[in-house]
């Protein structure tokens, strides 16, 4: 569920390209540029700054290698994924779709019979990230 502090940001055409979320206690303050998956695009700037980095680079950098936890068994169909579970691992994905409601991942390199998708909430917490795991 999106919090209810985050804005949406569009662009001309009307597409929604991310979020911009209260960066401290200050509504007048800067705001964290936020992917559509809930994961930050760049450190605490003033609005417009922002709105002008989702505009330019929200839908773009979406497009790209991401790391998901995942169950260890090859998904089938179109898995719901909510809470990671201790015994789960980090795998590289991509995304396949993501809206406000949530985001479809699928593995990167898929093996035998690894055909599934993942469905994760947004935002997306600690199941996704833009970098691999120490």
Known sequence: MIPTGWTPVHRSDGEQVGWLAPADADADGPVRPLLL????????????????????????????????????????????????????DWHPVVLVEVSPAGAVVRPEFAGPGDTGRASLPVPVGDLLRAEPPA
């Open 37 to 88: 998956t809930g994961v930050p695009l760049a450190g605490p700037q003033p609005v417009e700054d922002a709105t002008a980095l989702l505009r330019d680079r929200g839908l773009r950098a979406l497009d790209r290698r991401w790391w998901a936890r995942l169950p260890g068994a090859p998904l089938r169909g179109v898995q719901p994924v909510h809470r990671p579970e201790p015994a789960w």
